[in-house]
């Protein structure tokens, strides 16, 4: 019963490219998130959406493209990958936008050759 | 900017010793304050959280929280080698109304058995 899951867990690609990375949460949430944790292991908020609708972007180049078709998933969509996109890229959730406990996915290793 | 900051350690110590790490803030409007541990290569799990001033206890962990002095603490008792992880502090801080997590860079803990 896994509460918060994403996919891949590996992702693997060519620079250029358009990749996709998926996350669900079943744990009734209003909230998710994604945060990319680069090579030096600092964990840093991209974007939060609260029943579907952006309330956080933080400073995340125009080709990241969030998008939640309902609040248990949220996925992040990227163009033209680059280098240094290579981070690992984690989904959480929480039950309401002020101060809660964030539950975090396993995460999504993407490598960007 | 709102900044969280750890000393990245590694903090070494043996089984059986108390394990301190700390963590300051800058944001003297945060109201919530999580610490997480990450296994190499692992998602961020919860340790513990802490809202008011004062000590709370879980187990072999306490957290303390000062927010006179911005700084939060994590007391780990009768240190194990399977403590052995990254210790993230994260604060949570407003963001155009809504609740983000700032974390730290971490403090990796060994503890030698």
């Known amino acids: 019963d896994t509460a918060v899951s994403q996919t891949p867990k590996y992702l693997v690609t060519q620079m250029g490219n358009d990749k996709s990375i998926k996350c669900e949460q079943n744990l009734g949430h209003d909230t998710m998130y994604w945060y990319k944790q680069d090579s030096k292991k600092f964990l840093k908020i991209m974007f939060s959406?609260?029943?579907?609708?952006?309330?956080i972007n933080e400073t995340v180049p125009n080709r990241f493209s969030p998008k939640s078709p309902d609040k248990a998933h949220l996925n992040l969509h990227i163009n033209s990958l680059e280098l240094g996109d290579s981070a690992v890229y984690f989904c959480?959730?929480?039950?309401?936008?002020?101060?809660?406990?964030?539950?975090f996915g396993p995460g999504t290793r993407l490598t960007v050759l | 900017q709102k900044e969280v900051e750890q000393n990245s350690g590694p903090l070494s110590v043996p089984e059986g010793a108390i394990a301190s790490l700390n963590c300051t803030y800058s944001d003297r409007g945060s109201q919530s304050f999580f610490w997480y541990r990450q296994y190499s290569g692992k998602s961020p799990e919860l340790i513990m959280f802490i809202y008011s001033n004062g000590d709370k206890e879980d187990g072999r962990f306490t957290a303390q929280l000062n927010k006179a002095s911005q700084y939060v603490s994590l007391l780990i008792r009768d240190s194990q080698p399977s403590d052995s992880a990254t210790y993230l502090c994260a604060v949570n801080s407003l963001n155009s109304g809504y609740s983000t997590l700032t974390f730290g860079k971490g403090t990796m803990l060994l503890v030698s058995p």
């Open positions: 959480a959730s929480s039950q309401k936008t002020r101060g809660d406990t964030q539950y």
């Open positions: 959406y609260n029943n579907k609708e952006l309330i």
